[in-house]
């Protein structure tokens, strides 16, 4: 049996982030003990710390749970999504200082927790200024995570990372129009259209909308290296590599081979104009490079998902 300092706990395990995790992390010969979503309610604190009190030690939790939904959506459900998260993040962190304290806790994070910005967006930067109204809720719920991390390392010791992740793409992300992350969302909405014979694909919102994207299987490399060297602090944990909407729609299409026009309806969603995180901390210390491009990710998306 692999002693504990070779054992994780991945809360969250059954999501899109999850489901990749647990077989990476095996895969680099790791004993992995999972929480999911059949576990129980992780906004109840009887349920988490029953959870968190049957596990034996582990070196690293990897706490990725969160109640998120995408688009419009969003604004009709602000408290509700603070509440949740916030319940969650808070039952974790006490469970953790009761029963896991020798523990790293490696938590993630959203680039919504920082304040809207025209300029990529510096660590220093958390906290100082609101979030976009269509992140309200979520954002909020994610910087008491990142500051009750913090606070709970200086009181008792403890010892944590807090990484704000790219947008990801990859196996296992939610279908549904509410839940996917937006690249997903493309692929998914251009391969039903493809298939359906549309002669165009709508890119809703602004095409030059500008975001950062990874492959999960990259962000996942990314998170490692981050834990390898840093700890007790939020850290930026992505690539440097901007590109708008319009951009990822064109690389979704072409993976597709599906070589129609891109139109813009007036009027659809439209999120924060820019977010972009500042990595350079990271990449320095770390040398991390992603593997997959953004149009090599959409191909093993596509051959994981979409080949018949």
């Not at 298939?195 to 996942?220: C, K, M, S």
Request: include cysteine.
């Amino acid at each position: 049996m692999p002693a504990p300092d070779a054992i994780d706990l991945v809360v969250g395990a059954s999501g899109f982030l999850g489901r990749s995790l647990v077989p990476h992390l095996e895969a680099a010969g790791r004993r992995v003990l999972t929480i999911g979503r059949s576990d129980g309610d992780l906004s109840d604190w009887p349920t988490v710390e029953a959870l968190f009190r049957a596990k034996e030690p582990v070196a690293r939790i990897f706490h990725i749970v969160t109640r998120q939904r995408t688009g419009a959506v969003q604004y009709d459900i602000q408290g509700e999504l603070l509440a949740i998260n916030a319940r969650i993040h808070l039952n974790v962190l006490e469970a953790w200082r009761r029963h896991q304290p020798q523990a790293k806790l490696i938590s993630t994070g959203s680039s919504c927790t920082y304040p809207e910005s025209s300029e990529p967006l510096v660590e220093e930067q958390f906290g100082l200024g609101p979030t976009h109204p269509s992140v309200l809720g979520y954002g909020l719920a994610k910087q008491v995570l990142a500051t009750g991390s913090a606070a709970y390392a200086a009181q008792y010791g403890l010892a944590f990372l807090h990484c704000v992740l790219a947008t990801m793409f990859g196996p296992h992300d939610h279908k549904a129009p509410d839940r996917s992350h937006f690249v997903g969302a493309l692929l998914e909405r251009a391969a039903r259209e493809k298939a359906a014979g549309a002669t165009t694909f709508e890119v809703w919102g602004n095409p030059q909308t500008v975001r950062e994207v990874l492959y999960v299987e990259d962000q996942i490399d990314a998170i490692l290296a981050a834990d390898g060297s840093f700890s007790n602090e939020i850290l930026n944990c992505a690539a440097n590599m901007p590109v708008t909407v319009g951009a990822v729609a064109e690389a979704v299409i072409a993976a597709l081979d599906w070589p129609v026009p891109l139109v813009s309806p007036p009027g659809s969603f439209q999120g924060a104009a820019y977010k972009m995180l500042d990595s350079t901390r990271f990449l320095s210390k770390t040398g991390w490079r992603p593997r997959f491009g953004l149009e090599a990710g959409l191909r093993r998306l596509i051959a994981a998902e979409y080949s018949t």
